[in-house]
């Protein structure tokens, strides 16, 4: 069982829906990270966080240390939404990023 | 120079063949990284520096190596490529303070394929 796990693996949504991609760990962390990957480019970050929440702009990350649960939602979601949402967590222990595999999002006109 | 910048983006290599890597950044980040990206199993670390004059392995470590000379520059070397080390290779980096540091920043990418 990888350490950090996402899900779905694959999304499709109708433009202006409101999405959730979800992350699960089983290791103590001390931070969590998401990221977006658009295809064929390069990789952003879009929230760094340790408890609570965050929102920026139509995004919004959500993190329960407690359930080892971070949840990114999108509201109004557009086509240039369209990308590879990767969770990644900062072990506590360790310091080290472990990786999750991504969710790759199709929002369609 | 804005951020972290990679190069080449993109490179066809014979087996058996030197290549490196280059990765800059003027963010005066402390830890600097080499992933790749491989389909479906999403970034893996080869190395990490957590401070100029620092390297460590991470979990695909064999085959590559790094230097980490000064704060800016943070090369990543294939000795003798090999097909398997086709992949997405980024670099990225961060600064490493507190308990969990700060926010991530990624290289645009170098594609390399090792025939």
């Known amino acids: 069982k990888n350490e950090v796990e996402q899900s779905p693996q694959n999304l499709t949504a109708q433009e202006g829906e409101f999405i959730t991609i979800n992350c699960s760990y089983s290791?103590?962390?001390?931070?969590l990270h998401w990221l977006q990957q658009h295809p064929g480019g390069g990789i952003v970050s879009l929230f760094m966080?340790?408890?609570g929440k965050k929102k920026h702009g139509r995004l919004i990350a959500t993190i329960n240390i407690q359930e080892k649960h971070s949840s990114l939602h999108i509201t109004a979601s557009h086509p240039r939404d369209s990308a590879v949402y990767i969770c990644?967590?900062?072990?506590?222990?360790?310091?080290?990023?472990?990786f999750g595999t991504g969710t790759l999002l199709a929002v369609q006109p | 120079i804005a951020g972290i910048t990679q190069a080449p983006t993109s490179q066809i290599l014979a087996a058996g063949r030197r290549m490196t890597l280059r990765c800059t950044q003027d963010?005066?980040?402390?830890?600097m990284y080499w992933y790749r990206q491989d389909l479906g199993l999403g970034l893996r670390l080869i190395h990490y520096?957590?401070?100029?004059?620092?390297?460590g392995k991470g979990e695909v470590p064999d085959g590559y190596s790094v230097s980490r000379a000064n704060t800016d520059d943070f090369p990543l070397t294939l000795a003798s490529a090999v097909p398997s080390q086709t992949s997405v290779y980024f670099c990225?980096?961060?600064?490493?303070?507190?308990?969990?540091?700060?926010?991530?920043?990624f290289g645009e990418g170098s594609r390399l394929t090792v025939l």
């Open positions: 990225a980096s961060r600064i490493l303070a507190g308990a969990s540091g700060g926010e991530l920043f």
């Open positions: 290791v103590g962390i001390s931070a």
């Open positions: 966080l340790s408890s």
């Open positions: 990644a967590v900062l072990g506590g222990a360790t310091n080290k990023l472990i």
């Open positions: 963010m005066r980040h402390n830890a």
């Open positions: 520096s957590n401070t100029a004059g620092t390297t």
